[in-house]
């Protein structure tokens, strides 16, 4: 699907942001939707770019601003992800649920043809839980979990509205502009600072993504994705936690030291319940950025970062 216009939700976010520069500079027109406009600024320069500032709940008023058919709807607006106290805060996560779906009708309305849903790769945290009761959920299965009935209800609606809606399971991104506290970040911040991390053992199945591959991850959903799908935002081979975490040391800091083992493992994601190759199988998507050369850019940046 040829893509002519865009509204882009959570458009001052770290992905938000970079996705509508990525739509802009193809020439593809974006209303971007966020609740501070001076976050935004440097988009506004371009013509093709308009603001629209609005909260969660006053996202009818998209339906008073655009006035012309809209191609894809990326949602990017959720509050409280990783690097945030607030993934905890079950009410919080319930209002994102609620408005996302509210989004979804709004997107109805205005004869969307595509929504495509930034969830997380962490819902298979909480797939893992309901297949595995036995195991004492983390505090983040109340964000996955909110990322999970939002994707459940979201199709229910977009289904009967006649909206094809796409959902991008992010594994944990990284890059420049990225001013949360997520773990590749405070690794990176503390290697530059000449900080030991101290880390878990490890062993596990990981994955990393880079700013520009999640980017045109999304950029591929929207254009050539199936309906209803539920896609995989990450590598197609995955690496263990310690072999990611050896390699962003050798990158960042070669003498420096990893303390594997000092907090216990996180529980498994089962990769077995989505699959890693239907991205690339349905758009021919594939992640391309080099890991040690994007590491390095990324650690350069957050060491101007804190210099200012």
């Known amino acids: 699907m040829e893509i002519k216009t865009a509204i882009v939700t959570g458009v001052s976010g770290f992905i938000g942001k970079a996705v509508a520069k990525k739509l802009l500079g193809q020439g593809i027109q974006v209303f971007g939707v966020c609740t501070k406009i001076e976050s935004v600024s440097d988009l506004m320069e371009n013509p093709q770019f308009i603001c629209i500032q609005a909260a969660f709940e006053q996202y009818s008023l998209l339906l008073e601003k655009i006035h012309e058919p809209v191609d894809v709807w990326f949602h990017f607006a959720f509050q409280g992800g990783f690097g945030s106290e607030k993934l905890r805060d079950y009410n919080l996560q ?10 979804v009708e709004i997107a109805a309305h205005l004869k969307v043809k595509k929504f495509i849903f930034a ?30 009935a939002t994707e459940i209800i979201g199709k229910t609606i977009a289904v009967h509205s006649g909206i094809d809606f796409i959902s991008g399971l992010i594994a944990m991104p990284y890059g ?19 900080i030991i991390p101290q880390l878990i053992m490890g062993n596990n199945l990981y994955d990393l993504v880079y700013i520009d591959d999640v980017v045109d991850a999304f950029i591929a959903m929207a254009s050539a994705g199936h309906p ?26 070669p003498k420096s030291d990893l303390n594997f083992g000092a907090y216990p493992d996180a529980p498994e994601l089962d990769y077995s319940l989505i699959d890693l190759d239907a991205l690339f199988r349905d758009t021919g998507f594939e992640c391309h950025a080099d890991f040690k050369e994007s590491i390095l850019k990324t650690a350069r940046w957050l060491k101007e970062t804190e210099k200012n």
Do not use: W
């Open 176 to 194: 420049e502009q990225n001013y949360a506290s997520s773990l590749p970040n405070v690794v990176m911040k503390q290697l530059n600072s000449g």
């Open 94 to 103: 319930l209002d994102n649920a609620k408005y996302t779906c509210t989004s």
């Open 119 to 148: 969830s997380t790769v962490n819902e298979l945290e909480s797939l893992g839980y309901l297949n595995n009761g036995f195991v004492a959920p983390r505090f983040t299965c109340i964000y996955s979990a909110g990322k999970l």
């Open 228 to 253: 209803l799908k539920s896609y995989y935002v990450g590598h197609r081979s995955l690496r263990t936690f310690r072999e990611l975490m050896e390699t962003i040391r050798d990158t960042v800091a």
